[in-house]
C-alpha cells in the first residue's frame, strides 16, 4: 500500500523556520517526482514547490522563492521543505503529493499544517 | 502561467440526480504529438486530503466509480456525476498539467445535497 506520512509542521513566529517531512512508502519513491501543495484555511489548493525523481531539478512557485527549499534522500524515501523566513501567509495545511507518469499527482499525504503567528 | 476557471463555484443537486461541472483554460491543454489533454480532476472530502479522480482528461484512476466521468478538449472540460451519491459531497478541483511548472489548479466547486 502506497502511503505518504508527513510529520513537522506547527506554530512559528513570523519569520522563524520550520522543516516539513514527508516519508514514502509502497512504491520506489526514486523513480517519482514529488511536491508540496498547500491550501490557506476554507481556501483552494496551490503547488509550493517540486522536485525531480533524482532531486536535481526543483521548482517553486514566486512566492516561496529564495525562503524554502525542498529536497530528498531517496535512500531514506523521504521528502523535505524547509521552510526560512515564514510570514503570515504561509499559513496553510501543506500536503506532499506523488506524481504519476506527468505532473498529476495520485497519492496525497495526509497534510501538516503550518500556522505562521506572533 | 496558465490560468484554470471553474464553474459555477457551487451546485446543489438532488440525490441521483446529474452534477456537471466545468473548467476552462486560458490556453490549449491538447499536446498534439500525442493527442492528450493534460488535465486532472481531483475530489476533496471534508478533512481529507485531495483524491485524483481523472486524469488526462478522461481517464478514471483505478477505483473510481464510473459514475463519475471527465470529457472535453483543448480549452473546455467537464467533470460530470452521472447520478449523485450522498458520499460525493466535496469540493472538486481541476488542474492542469501541460505547462513547465506549476500545474496550477482551478479554485474548486463545491458540490452539495440539494
Known amino acids: 500500500e502506497v502511503q505518504l506520512l508527513q510529520s513537522g509542521g506547527g506554530l512559528v513566529q513570523p519569520g522563524g523556520s520550520l522543516r516539513l517531512s514527508c516519508a514514502a512508502s509502497g512504491f520506489n519513491f526514486s523513480n517519482y517526482a514529488t511536491a508540496w501543495v498547500r491550501q490557506a484555511p476554507g481556501k483552494g489548493l496551490e503547488w509550493a514547490s517540486h522536485?525531480?525523481?533524482?532531486?536535481?531539478?526543483?521548482f517553486y512557485t514566486d512566492s516561496v522563492k529564495g525562503r524554502f527549499t525542498i529536497f530528498r534522500d531517496n535512500s531514506k524515501n523521504t521528502l523535505y521543505l524547509q521552510m526560512n523566513s515564514l510570514r503570515a501567509e504561509d499559513t496553510a495545511l501543506y500536503y506532499c503529493?506523488?506524481?504519476?507518469?506527468?505532473?498529476?499527482?495520485?497519492?496525497w499525504g495526509h497534510g501538516t499544517l503550518v500556522t505562521v503567528s506572533s | 502561467d496558465i490560468v484554470m476557471t471553474q464553474s459555477p463555484d457551487s451546485l446543489a443537486v438532488s440525490l441521483g440526480e446529474r452534477a456537471t461541472i466545468n473548467c476552462k483554460s486560458s490556453q490549449s491543454l491538447l499536446y498534439t504529438f500525442n493527442k492528450k489533454n493534460y488535465l486532472a480532476w481531483y475530489q476533496q472530502k471534508p478533512g481529507q486530503p485531495p483524491k485524483l479522480l481523472i486524469y488526462?482528461?478522461?481517464t478514471r484512476e483505478s477505483g473510481v466509480p464510473d459514475r463519475f466521468s471527465g470529457s472535453g478538449s483543448g480549452t473546455d472540460f467537464t467533470l460530470t456525476i452521472s447520478s449523485l451519491q450522498a458520499e460525493d459531497v466535496a469540493v472538486y478541483y481541476c488542474?492542469?498539467?501541460?505547462?513547465?511548472?506549476?500545474?496550477?489548479f482551478g479554485q474548486g466547486t463545491k458540490v452539495e445535497i440539494k
Open positions: 503529493a506523488k506524481s504519476a507518469s506527468s505532473n498529476y499527482f495520485d497519492q
Open positions: 522536485i525531480s525523481a533524482s532531486g536535481r531539478d526543483t
Open positions: 488526462w482528461a478522461s
Open positions: 488542474q492542469q498539467f501541460y505547462s513547465n511548472l506549476p500545474g496550477t
